[in-house]
């Protein structure tokens, strides 16, 4: 199997940690990982912010970059979704417009293949005890898109739960935005601030060290709204909780 890590703009800007992480992980599980340098942004900021006709030749490039791969592996649920559910509709969308099936056939190969990171370990390997050891107290937020666009339901709690030494503790309003949502934190500060409040609050009555996802913007946020409050806990992405070990623990 040749599997390629579409790291993210956001997770190579500001979060490499992460990424190597993933590789650590699946290299000790037995998966040869190759990072394709030609890699850029996969649209999703521009398709967002109602920029579609921009975002089409990002998207024309992560199948040009990823196509001759068996599977794709992102640790971004968001990312992972603009691949899967929205280039099927910028597809769609272009033919319907007049413009043909090109757009379509281009985008279909990649669509299939690419998994975040816990559909693949959990759906593609088969395991759930990655062979991890993570001694802290931890809960889990659901991110939107993996919530609701990816449909990863119980995959990252699994293999959360095999990991030696850890304890996960259940999220009250786990299904509730953290408020993020990209442009959403900048256009409407004031709201996302407030929904990122209550998260931490609900995060912090469940006395965990550790709040974790499968997604660093929606940790970032989370993050930095836990730093203004002052509550002492830590974001921490799945990938580098799976990553630890007895012999090398994560900090």
């Known amino acids: 199997m040749r599997v390629a890590l579409f790291l993210t703009c ?5 979060y490499p940690g992460t990424g190597r992480a993933v590789v ?22 521009h398709y967002n912010t109602g920029y579609r006709h921009e975002a089409e030749p990002l998207a024309r490039h992560f199948a ?8 794709i592996v992102t640790p971004s649920g968001s990312c992972g979704a603009m691949v899967r559910e929205l280039y099927p509709r910028m597809g769609e969308r272009a033919r319907s417009e007049g413009r043909g099936n090109g757009l379509a056939t281009v985008l279909a190969p990649v669509v299939p293949k690419t998994y975040e990171l816990t559909e693949f370990l959990v759906d593609v390997l088969e395991v759930t005890d990655v062979g991890a050891y993570y001694p802290h107290r931890v809960t889990y937020h659901p991110t939107c898109h993996g919530l609701r ?5 119980e995959r990252p709690s699994r293999l959360l739960r095999a990991v030696k030494g850890l304890e996960l503790v259940e999220l009250p309003g786990a299904d509730e935005c ?4 990209g442009t959403f934190a900048l256009k409407n500060a004031d709201v996302s601030a407030a929904m990122g409040a209550d998260k931490v609050r609900n995060a912090e009555s469940t006395g965990a060290e550790v709040l974790c996802a499968a997604d660093n913007s929606c940790l970032m946020h989370i993050g930095g709204t836990m730093t203004r409050l002052r509550t002492g806990m830590r974001p921490v992405h799945i990938a580098e909780i799976l990553a630890s070990t007895e012999e090398d623990p994560a900090v």
């Not at 040009?64 to 599977?71: E, I, L, P, S, T």
């Open 64 to 71: 040009d970059v990823f196509r001759g791969y068996d599977a």
């Open 24 to 45: 650590k992980l699946l290299t000790r599980l037995g998966v040869d990982v190759d990072f394709p340098e030609a890699q850029t942004c996969c649209g999703q900021a």
């Open 178 to 181: 953290c408020g993020f949502g």
């Open 10 to 14: 956001v997770n190579d800007t500001l």
């Open 149 to 153: 666009s990816l449909g990863l339901g």
